[in-house]
């Protein structure tokens, strides 16, 4: 097992633009993160196995739960599988979560790595995403956390309606102006039954521009690799050395366990999700059943899979590796559906690894799409 990831369903606020799974009442935080636990002794009884390489705490805001909390998540993995001695541990955190005391306590816990969810530094687009913390709290969390983590994450949202590339701008020269090892960058997508959606919907909000939000996703590349940092996944820059470890295994096909609700595991071959709602999730734990469905992928669906993931990454798609893990039929027709796009210089070739050029990088899911086996079993 590469890793695991724990979804903390828990949040002070909803974000407008947000659709992850959470609650803002706490009300049943301590049978969650019970059955969180019996979840774990579940999967250690079926005969899952470590070293444990990654430990991901996400969410929700899991900056919401105290360090012994945390702690005691980072034990019971140790205790039932094992955990490598140079495993990567991350925490997802909220700037107004984060006090001096906090970083520091967390800085002497088993978590050597932050995920802060900055998200702008201007204060009308925090205002706009109704974020809970202010530009002050951002600032200051990022100078404390760069005296006492050497590797953490900051993250920042583009394509934000009406806003003008001048912020974008400020945005990404007040980020860099802490050198963080790590940045990741997305795109505002107007997702389904959230805030964003209905606002949009009602004319309270202008909709996405994605001509303007291309040209701030160029800008961001252009500024980052200037600046250094390797650009390894569509929406990940960092310094050498400090890859996500979490998301890399993802994208490489890795197995991992997802524990909480709404948390997704794959083995390789199956995928299974627990269901996105508390009550239903605790219940099931205390019957000792572990809940959820389950899916087993095709060959098809594994080779979009790994078509989709390599055009994201740095690492790209290897046509022996789609020649042997499918068969030949799969690699033909990978060639010659990226042939367009090869010619158009989208996508490039080099020793039968297929890559997205920086000009195909905005499109790269698109792309991907048209790639996908749509008839072969």
């Known amino acids: 097992m590469s890793g695991i990831y724990f979804h903390i369903p828990f949040c002070k606020q909803a974000c407008h633009y947000c659709n992850f799974h959470f609650s803002t009442s706490l009300k049943h935080r301590d049978a969650v993160l019970t059955a969180m636990e019996k979840e774990l002794l579940l999967y250690r009884d079926q005969g899952w196995e470590g070293p444990v390489e990654t430990i991901y705490f996400g969410g929700g805001t899991p900056s919401l739960l105290s360090v012994s909390q945390i702690e005691g998540f980072v034990e019971k993995v140790r205790a039932f599988f094992g955990i490598a001695e140079s495993a990567e541990v991350t925490l997802e955190a909220n700037p107004d979560d984060l006090s001096s005391d906090a970083i520091k306590a967390f800085s002497e816990s088993p978590v050597n790595r932050l995920s802060v969810g900055i998200q702008s530094f201007d204060e009308g687009e925090l205002k706009w995403m109704n974020r809970a913390h202010n530009r002050s709290e951002a600032l200051k969390s990022l100078e404390e956390i760069s005296r006492h983590f050497k590797n953490y994450s900051l993250d920042l949202i583009y394509g934000i309606p009406g806003s003008p590339m001048s912020t974008w701008k400020s945005n990404l020269k007040e980020a860099l102006r802490f050198n963080p090892p790590h940045i990741s960058s997305y795109a505002l997508t107007v997702e389904p039954r959230t805030a964003l959606q209905s606002h949009i919907s009602r004319g309270l909000s202008a909709d996405v521009d994605e001509e303007a939000t291309q040209q701030q996703f160029d800008h961001l590349v252009r500024v980052l690799d200037e600046a250094g940092y390797d650009h390894y996944e569509i929406s990940n820059f960092a310094r050498s050395g400090f890859y996500s470890r979490n998301n890399s ?31 239903k999730y605790v219940r099931a734990l205390k ?29 790209g798609v290897s046509l022996q590796y789609i020649r042997e893990a499918f068969g030949k039929e799969y690699e033909d027709y990978l060639r010659m559906q990226a042939g367009p796009y090869l010619r158009d210089q989208f996508l490039f070739m080099e020793e039968d690894v297929l890559y997205t050029s920086r000009k195909g990088k905005f499109l790269a899911d698109g792309i991907a799409s048209d790639l996908f086996m749509i008839n072969l079993k």
């Open 287 to 315: 019957e000792g059943v572990l809940p959820g469905e389950s899916e087993v992928l095709s060959p098809r669906d594994r080779y979009n899979e790994a078509v989709m993931t390599g055009l994201r990454t740095r690492w």
């Open 249 to 279: 295994a993802y994208w490489q096909g890795k197995s991992y366990l997802g524990i909480g609700p709404s948390a997704h595991s794959f083995d390789g071959r199956k995928r299974w999700w627990n269901p996105a709602n508390n009550l």
